[in-house]
């Protein structure tokens, strides 16, 4: 691996729902090289968007390390915070959410921008941003409202805005749960294409082992909290060690969309 961009230390989290505790991460330790795609996989409720979030600060750990380039940050301050977080972002899975209604097109892709930015400056950087992730001609999508945008369009826009400030880590939850087939291939492409041309690093969190396997170096496995398996994708894939890594393979397969493993 190269350098690690990010390292999560024995990451913890226990949330209180109705009097019940939900432990949603459970001593995880991760490591991201810098320009690398990493794939989180596990089912629903292993504790994927939890480690996302925390990752980019929108949740705090109850115990645990993050190392960002070096800083460790899971206490930092929130004005600290600020500055460190302009360099990684986060993308949702529904474009629907993550995109205001009422919004251009335009003002989305700039809103990571920093302010300070001359308003010449920040529109060429948005549309080189647009033409980048196959919206071209810019000028033909920047004025244009989200209903005014096919679903793969709305998908390519939050991609925009999540390399417009050239970000050095992306974390994308989710990105093709929304999307057909075709559609994630080409966001499998695109986000490839980002890393191989900026050298931006991807936590990619998917259920999907498809879609983990077409577009992550590395891949870790979740199960109930726990990361139980991690390691190259080719090799873990190839042949997993760890019952619950089979049983994800085989429903994979089951439903024709991986090799069965051998
Ligand atoms: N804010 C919250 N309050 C209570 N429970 C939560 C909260 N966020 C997540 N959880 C619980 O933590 C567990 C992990 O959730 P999550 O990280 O969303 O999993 P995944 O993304 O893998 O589906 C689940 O049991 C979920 O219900
Ligand atoms: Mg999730």
Not at 15 to 38: K, M, N, P, Q, W
């Amino acid at each position: 691996m190269n350098d690690a961009i990010l390292q999560i230390r024995d990451a913890s989290k226990t949330f209180r729902a109705g009097g019940r505790r939900v432990t949603a991460l459970d001593d995880v330790s991760l490591a991201v090289g810098a320009g690398e795609i990493v794939a989180l996989v596990g089912e629903s409720g292993s504790g994927k968007s939890t480690l996302g979030r925390a990752v980019v600060g929108l949740e705090r750990l109850d115990a645990g390390e993050l190392v960002f380039e070096g800083q460790e940050y899971a206490r930092m301050r929130e004005r600290r915070l600020r500055s460190l977080r302009r360099r990684m972002h986060l993308v949702l899975q529904d474009p629907y959410q993550s995109l205001h209604p009422g919004m251009r097109v335009a003002a989305a892709v700039a809103e990571p921008l920093d302010i300070a930015g001359t308003g010449n400056a920040r529109s060429a950087r948005v549309d080189e941003a647009l033409e980048e992730v196959g919206l071209a001609p810019a000028s033909a999508f920047r004025d244009r409202f989200p209903h005014q945008l096919s679903g793969g369009q709305r998908q390519r826009v939050v991609l925009a805005r999540a390399l417009v400030g050239l970000p050095r880590l992306v974390v994308a939850d989710e990105p093709t749960s929304m999307v057909d087939a075709t559609l994630r291939g080409s966001i499998v492409e695109l986000i490839r294409g980002l890393r191989d041309r900026h050298g931006i690093a991807f936590l990619v969190i998917t259920h999907d082992p498809e879609m983990a396997a077409a577009v992550a170096e590395e891949v870790a496995v979740m199960q109930e909290g726990r990361l139980v398996e991690s390691g190259r994708t080719v090799e873990v894939f190839r042949s997993p060690q760890h019952p619950y890594t089979k049983l994800l393979l085989e429903a994979a397969a089951d439903v024709g969309r991986l090799e069965p493993t051998a």
